[in-house]
Every structure is written in structure tokens, then in C-alpha cells.
């Protein structure tokens, strides 16, 4: 099987890998999750608390800078075999550009949820002195975009809830399933895994996928 070509994809995944080699020596990982960390209290209250930090990622820059940070080995390769997986289809549909705003753009609506779920205190909710990182809120969008833009079965209607509706519903609440799963199951294994970013960065990408569509083919 010959995949196809996604120079956003691969140099998103060099990018993530690289920053992973480099993170390998601890104290260099430590410092940098305090400086681009997704940490909520940071997007409510300030940065006052980091005031002894040396260099800080701006507040409004963490979505995107805890996005290419991951809790070691495992985290990284697990995120990029899955963006290499599907992220490639999904840009050959949208075009890199449109790819590139899809997957930044659910980055920082996976950190939005992330952060309302904290500041709501949400179950299964990361506290809000405590980092988010993995870029797999934004890699989240793109299986949305994915699994809407391929679907492997024709959409049908609930009742009075048209087709295309009713699988976006559909979706949404099977990814809701499956995260709140693995949110039970995760602890117990010694895995933190931030749910709701990932909830938040699927719907992103569900709602996103059909207008950037059209966007790009606007003039066909």
C-alpha cells in the first residue's frame, strides 16, 4: 500500500520527534513543560505563579506549544504513528494549507475544553496547576476531519434528524465513549490521559472538515 504524499504531515512528525530527542535529558523536559505547557491557570489568572520560570511561552501560545511536547517515548511515537496514519489522507483531501488550520485550529479548541473542564471542574478534569501536553488534541481534529470526510458506510437519519446530523451526533458520541473509557482504565495503568482535549479537538474536527471542504473547492 503506497501512502499518500503529506509534507505537513511529515514535517509535523520530524518536528514532534526531533523536540522528543532533544527532551530526552530530563532536566531539559521538565523545564520546557513549565515554559510551553498547556497549564489552565495560566489562560485564567495570569502567570504570576511562574514568576521564578526563566523563559515562559506566552499564555496564548500554549495550545500550540504543548502540542509538540509528550510525556516521553511512548507518547510521541504512539501520536505520530497515528497522525502518519490518517493525517496524510486528510491533507490530500484539504490541501496543506487547510490541513496545517485544521490541525492548529483543533489544538486550541482541544485546549479551550481542556481548560473549561478544568475550570469547571469537570470528572476526570486535569487540575489547573497541572500541565497538558501531547499533541493529541490537535490530532484528534484530524481523525474528526477523518472519519467524516471517509466514511466507511452511507449516513442515515434518526427520526426527524437528517443524515448529516445525525452522524456527526453519532460520532461525537462514540468518541465520548471510547475517552471516557479509557479515562477510567488509564489510571489504573499509570496513564494520565487528558479526555476532554481530546473530545474537544474531535468536535473540532468534525465541525471544521465540511468548511475548509468547501473553502478549497469554493471556485470549482
Request: net charge positive; aromatic share 12%.
Amino acid at each position: 500500500m503506497q501512502f499518500p504524499r503529506g509534507p505537513v504531515t511529515n514535517a509535523l512528525v520530524v518536528i514532534n520527534l526531533v523536540i522528543a530527542a532533544i527532551l530526552l535529558v530530563p532536566s531539559w523536559w521538565q523545564y520546557a513543560v513549565i515554559s510551553g505547557g498547556l497549564f489552565p491557570i495560566r489562560l485564567s489568572s495570569g502567570s504570576a505563579a511562574f514568576s521564578d520560570v526563566g523563559v515562559l511561552v506566552p499564555a496564548f501560545l500554549t495550545p500550540l506549544s504543548a502540542a509538540f511536547l509528550h510525556g516521553g517515548v511512548a507518547h510521541v511515537v504512539m501520536n505520530m504513528l497515528m497522525l502518519l496514519l490518517i493525517g496524510k489522507m486528510v491533507e490530500r483531501v484539504l490541501g496543506s494549507g487547510l490541513y496545517l488550520a485544521l490541525y492548529i485550529g483543533s489544538a486550541y479548541i482541544a485546549a479551550a475544553m481542556e481548560w473549561l473542564a478544568s475550570f469547571m471542574a469537570w470528572p476526570m478534569s486535569v487540575d489547573m496547576m497541572a500541565p497538558a501536553i501531547g499533541a493529541s488534541g490537535a490530532i484528534s481534529g484530524v481523525i474528526g476531519a477523518y472519519v467524516l470526510l471517509f466514511p466507511n458506510k452511507k449516513p442515515k437519519s434518526w427520526g426527524p434528524i437528517s443524515a448529516e446530523y445525525a452522524r456527526l451526533f453519532h460520532l461525537t458520541i462514540a468518541w465520548a465513549g471510547l475517552n471516557l473509557a479509557l479515562g477510567f482504565v488509564g489510571p489504573s495503568l499509570g496513564i494520565a490521559i487528558a479526555i476532554w482535549s481530546h473530545m474537544g479537538g474531535f468536535v473540532a474536527g468534525l465541525l471544521l472538515a465540511r468548511p475548509l471542504l468547501l473553502w478549497r473547492y469554493r471556485r470549482a
